[in-house]
């Protein structure tokens, strides 16, 4: 075979490939830019129409939106949602990291165990905590509050980001903190100075997820919160869908487009992290 | 696992080589000091995690056990009443309606979604331009999947005579709507699973990554076709892999809960007819909707055994198609 008959035969298998992919790609991707096509078309010309591209494109929906969602303006479904995705992170990042690493770096009695039981709480389906925890803040008189959808974060419940950190803290050289212990570092400055700082790519793997877990939150609010004003987008978009029994497609569309954006944003700036982080830890999204 | 058992020998191998003298079994001062102030330090980094295993993991589970085995609404104290929230349950239609559904969802969806998973981890395997754009773009729909927002695109998607609608008609399919058909309906939420197969298949391309190119030539030279080349090499050395991605995706569909609720509510949630009823939708139907605590707590418990079986015997197949390479452990 000579060596150009080789390199068509790769070149063709290259072009082969890529249609291929692409061609996949497309089938996935399809609903999506249904979607982008649809929030522009009139609620009539949704349904029955092929078209991805709209005909006479308008804005109607997306103006529409202005007015809110049984009176309340849309703005405060994203302030509700953002505050308590920051929120999240915030007390995920610090909670499991603290715990990640005591059982990377700390040598204490009973540690094995209480790694198993970590890694079991990985395994328990979250169903079987829901109704004791909401008769437990039931009791305490936090319902229709943040509480219940915050504690747990601040209490490193997610165990996912707890063996996350961890498995990225026992990877650092050992050198690193051994050094820092003969300089006469204690474990808090070690962890602070030493371990969090080289942590990052973890960090900021478990920030990503915890975000977009949190804004993606249905049941959560669903159970906990029942005064629309606090209401986060997931149940602004239920209101809103629930409200329109006469089917705004157009409206409909275009509020879940909006809704999905803080997350299309996150997943663009940072999908490098995201799917190695993946790749790395098995972590779901 | 294995790493924070092999650090107690190590400890010990330390504290016996700091006592060398004849027999002196007391453990010097400053180790057991040392030894203190580590317990100490393990318990102050630990104590959020503590806090949180005890009041919201523990404490909750062994409520919602006593709960299982009462009729309680919220505001009654607890009455036990033995097992009759389990004969309750098994009676009943809607409950046994939700199983089926249920396992319905798990047994489809997921070996769809992980044969989806797979073949796409394997066409981009291949090293090509663009494979991280691709990589990422496939990987889009399993972040999204999950919100509110996709499970009422869905609905459009698949509403009579919409897009899907009309799409089988171009190929000449009968077409009969998925949504307000109770007997389809429950496709379109398989479907929406297998939509997000991104996640299994990062985890699949890098396992695919990590299978030794020699073995390939190798085969390759003894005239192995494609097809043998997979079936041969490229299973089992992924197999672990696979283990890992059907475990976690089956254990996440038992639970599936928001696009189901979202998807089914059509005057009533997760129906018509009780279509996409999946198990947590009844659980919360009961326990929050319609206040019998001790009802919804017993299919919690219900559920955990089941998933906790479900693991159980996946683990212990896997000794006989997961291929662990002796050398790497």
């Not at chain 2, 939420?189 to 939509?195: D, E, H, I, K």
């Not at chain 2, 707590?297 to 896997?318: D, K, N, P």
Request: proline share 5%.
């Amino acid at each position: 075979m000579s060596a150009l008959t080789g390199y068509r035969r790769k070149s063709a298998g290259s072009l082969a490939w890529h249609i291929g992919a692409f061609v996949v790609l497309a089938v996935v991707l399809y609903p999506v830019l249904w979607v982008i096509g649809g929030s522009l078309k009139p609620s009539s010309q949704i349904i029955g129409s092929l078209d991805l591209i709209p005909t006479s494109p308008i804005t109607k929906n997306y103006s529409r939106l202005t007015e809110g969602i049984a009176d309340i303006p849309i703005s405060t479904f994203f302030v509700n949602s953002l505050v308590l995705a920051v929120g999240s992170v915030v007390g995920v990042l610090i909670s499991c990291s603290l715990a990640a690493y005591a059982f990377a770096k700390i040598k204490f009695a009973g540690r094995n165990a209480l790694f198993a039981v970590m890694i079991g709480t990985l395994l328990l389906p979250y169903h079987v905590l829901l109704i004791p925890q909401y008769v437990l803040f039931q009791k305490l008189d936090l319902i229709n509050t943040y509480t219940p959808l915050l504690l747990g974060k601040y209490l490193a419940t997610d165990a996912f980001f707890v063996f996350l950190m961890m498995q990225f803290m026992r990877n650092l050289p050992k050198e690193l903190d051994e050094a820092a212990r003969l300089d006469g570092c204690g474990h808090l400055r070690t962890y602070w100075l030493i371990v969090l700082p080289l942590c990052r790519p973890a960090l900021i793997t478990s920030a990503i997820f915890t975000f977009i877990n949190s804004w993606n939150d249905f049941l959560g609010p669903l159970i906990y919160l029942n005064e629309p004003s606090k209401y986060t987008v997931a149940l602004g978009l239920k209101m809103f869908v629930d409200q329109d029994a006469v089917a705004d497609y157009g409206g409909m569309i275009a509020m879940s487009l909006v809704a999905l954006l803080p997350v299309l944003a996150f997943f663009m700036a940072f999908q490098r992290y995201l799917v190695d982080g993946m790749a790395t830890s098995g972590l779901k999204g | 696992m294995t790493h924070i058992q092999d650090a107690a020998p190590e400890r010990l191998g330390k504290s016996s080589g700091a006592q060398d003298g004849p027999g002196a079994p007391a453990v010097p001062a400053a180790l057991k000091r040392r030894g203190r102030q580590e317990n100490l330090a393990g318990f102050l980094f630990l104590s959020p995690w503590v806090v949180g295993l005890v009041v919201l993991t523990a404490g909750p589970m062994l409520v919602s056990l006593y709960l299982a085995f009462t009729d309680y609404n919220l505001f009654d104290s607890p009455k036990w009443i033995g097992l009759q929230n389990f004969t309750d349950m098994f009676g009943d239609p809607r409950w046994q309606k939700s199983v089926r559904v249920t396992l319905q969802y798990v047994a489809i969806g997921t070996p769809l979604k992980l044969l989806l998973a797979l073949g796409v981890a394997l066409l981009l395997n291949q090293n090509r331009r663009g494979q991280a754009f691709y990589r990422a773009a496939f990987y889009a729909p399993s972040l999204v999947g999950a919100s509110v927002s996709i499970a009422i695109v869905w609905r459009a998607l698949f509403a009579d005579d919409a897009i899907v609608d009309r799409t089988q008609q171009l190929f000449g399919m009968q077409a009969g709507g998925w949504i307000s058909n109770p007997d389809m309906k429950i496709y379109s939420l398989v479907l929406l699973t297998v939509w997000q197969f991104g996640a299994p298949m990062v985890i699949f391309l890098a396992g695919l990554k990590q299978v030794p190119g020699e073995l390939y030539e190798a085969a390759e030279v003894d005239g192995a076709g494609t097809w043998r080349r997979f079936w041969n090499i490229t299973l089992p050395m992924i197999s672990p892999v696979l283990f890992f991605n059907l475990l976690l995706e089956t254990i996440h569909s038992f639970q599936v809960f928001g696009s189901a609720y979202v998807l089914g509510s059509q005057g009533s949630s997760c129906g018509p007819a009780d279509s996409v009823l999946v198990y947590t939708c009844y659980l919360y139907d009961q326990g929050f909707a319609g206040g019998r605590m001790g009802f919804a707590s017993a299919m919690a418990w219900l559920l955990l055994i089941t998933v906790g079986l479900v693991t159980a015997v996946l683990f212990w197949s896997q000794k006989r198609w997961v291929h662990y390479e002796e050398a790497t452990r």
